[in-house]
């Protein structure tokens, strides 16, 4: 029998970079549980468990490893952390045990019995912190960068002790090294911390938005909950200027509602009776009773937040070269300082403090965590960017796969188009115009087709009611009535032969009367997004089902370069896969035949209102349905993501390289190593952070 699978999340505390989750991830991954996530920006771990095991189980799992578990409780209020804590804690002892650099020798604080006491609470914080994280990550068989400060403290330390206290020269005084290591590094995860919560704003600007009050109607008493206790079925009450609670259905009142932070459409929607609402969004005119539909994390907003939380599961082919050359950096770091000791002793003949000093600037320098923290903080800014502005996009992989797009495919109905037909052109034929125009009114309100309730949108101005009988509908080929006892029948060329190429003829007893042609209405906008794809260099094409004609003048209006019409799903895969082995295709759809081509395509887009096979299928939703503004602004976030990802692990990879050799050949000491190193992340960090602020649409 099958075991029943539940996902579950855990709060992590305590890892202090990307090389500390992956440790985590591989230690679960071992005890046999599925499904493993840990994500180092969002401190979050999330697997499947079964029968086998329960949440206490992997909670005891990483605690074994060193970590904390933060308990979900949302009253407890922002507090110092521990990093924090250990860095000003360490700042005390370590100003005075470095200012004796700048003290006449015999100074009471050259006293190397001072110095020890000055440096051991800094060293056993060191020990606490580093050396405790060093041990889970050697646990996990994934060393990281603390393992090299810990080492490097440790090795200055103890030599210290050993040339002071056994050989009583103050020639072996490092103290002050061992101290400035510790509390430089610790600055640097300070500020390394905070920057990495910057990265991750959007998810805490989106998480805050749910955070409100409703105000229920229970059998007409009303009373406020919050947004986790209410149910599915609960009547709401929302006014003007409130935030719309959960997702639901307007059961009574009309409003204009600002969806902006869902859509990215700045104009209010007026919505009346029966339309669905988001929750998050805001009323700014008018007052409404709605039903709620979707609670909790069923919401389209908790599953925007949960979207962005995991954009790290699947990881961009970038990244995995970070994460390989991060999980093996560390053992040949180590080497090289080892090297840096012997060769520098033994061949060129250096002392043992200066040889020592060496092997410790090299572990100091040599963090690899900037290579760790260069794909995921500015996958993070990236994704919540997009979020922040309705487009919603699953992962990493799909934001380099977006930078990568040479040819946008489009489908027709429902995506360049509204999927609403107007009447491009109507002609009478010894008739009048606003008579014939009403007679067709009046029949075609008796059709539920979609062209008929087009028809009577455009006619509806000026008629007048008449009467028929003998109404009759023949599906998809014509519809007619008796008025003043003419027989009236409107239909397609089914019903009249003619030279001509229209949509719609309408005949007075067998006469023709009136010719229409139907077109779908173009979104907003479509021409001018069209337009900016071919200057920015894309290839366009259109792939539709519907008639060459229709399609060859909507390309031609639009200044589409290929088009392809008359295609059946099948054929829609088959073409798809032409244009992916020639180069890298995005395709564009919305409904249940776009689903194939969508997922074969290097990258499927849907939108919102798209079928929810459609949305399943794609890789980004565009949650904007009024026209296509939000393709092009995810088309350059793409661009502008990778590209900081490329600036990031430029950085990274030339900081080592130019600081490694530089400490071996003696031209860093260990305290100046240790402030680079901490600086280095920084600089990563807050270049993943300017994407957030870069203009780029």
Partial sequence: MKNDIKKIKIQVDGMSCTNCAAGIKKHLINKGLGDVNVNFSTGEASCNIDTLHNQNDIENIIQKLGYSIIKPNKEIKKRISKVERYFYSTLIFTL?????????????????????????????????????????SLKTGIPNM????????????????????????HDYLFFETTATIITLVLLGNVLEHKSVQKTTTAIGDLSSIQEVVAKIEVNGIIKEVNFDNIEVGDILIVNSGDKIPTDGIIVSGSAYIDESMITGESIPTNKNKNADVIGGTIITDGNVKIKASKVGNDTLLSQIIELVKNAQNNKPNIQKLGDQISAVF?????????????????????????????????????????????????????????????????????LEKLASIKSIVFDKTGTLTTGKFIVS????????????????????????????????????????????????????????????????????SNIHLSAERHDLFVLKNDRLIATLDISDELKTNTDLVVSSLNKTGYTTTLLSGDKKDKCDKLSKELGITKTFSEQLPQDKIAKI????????????GDGINDAPALA?????????????????????VLLNNEDLKQLPQALQLGKHTLLTIKQNLFWAFSYNLVAIPIAFLGFLNPMWAALFMAFSDVIVIGNSIRLRYKKIF
């Fill in 96 to 136: 005075p045990l470095f200012s004796h650099m700048f003290f006449p020798e015999g100074s009471f604080i050259q006293n190397p019995i001072l110095q020890f006491f000055l440096c051991l609470p800094v060293y056993i914080i060191g020990v606490a912190y580093f050396g405790k994280s060093a041990w889970s």
């Fill in 146 to 169: 603390d393992v090299l400060i810990f080492i490097g403290s440790s090795a200055a330390f103890f030599y210290s002790i050993y040339g002071s206290f056994l050989l009583d020269s």
């Fill in 330 to 398: 560390v053992p040949i770091v180590l080497s090289i300082a080892i090297s840096t000791f012997f060769i520098g002793h033994y061949f060129f003949l250096l002392t043992m403090q200066e040889a020592l000093l060496r092997g410790i600037a090299v572990l100091v320098i040599s963090c690899p965590c900037a290579m760790g923290l260069a794909t995921p903080t500015a996958v993070m800014v990236g994704i919540g960017r997009a979020a922040k502005n309705g487009i919603l996009i699953k992962g990493g992989d799909s």
């Fill in 425 to 492: 052109n109507f002609n009478t034929i010894n008739e009048d115009e606003q008579k014939i125009k009403n007679i067709i009114y009046n029949i075609e309100q008796h059709s539920s087709h979609p062209i008929a309730k087009s028809l009577c949108s455009a006619f509806k101005e000026n008629s007048s009611p008449l009467e028929l009988i003998n109404i009759i509908e023949e599906k998809g080929v014509s519809i007619s009535a008796e008025i003043d006892k003419n027989l009236y029948t409107i239909g397609s």
């Fill in 577 to 588: 896969e032409e244009l992916v082995n020639q180069y890298p295709t995005a395709m564009v």
């Fill in 600 to 620: 074969k395509a290097t990258i499927g887009i849907s939108l919102g209102n798209a079928t929810q096979i459609a949305i399943q299928s794609a890789d980004v």
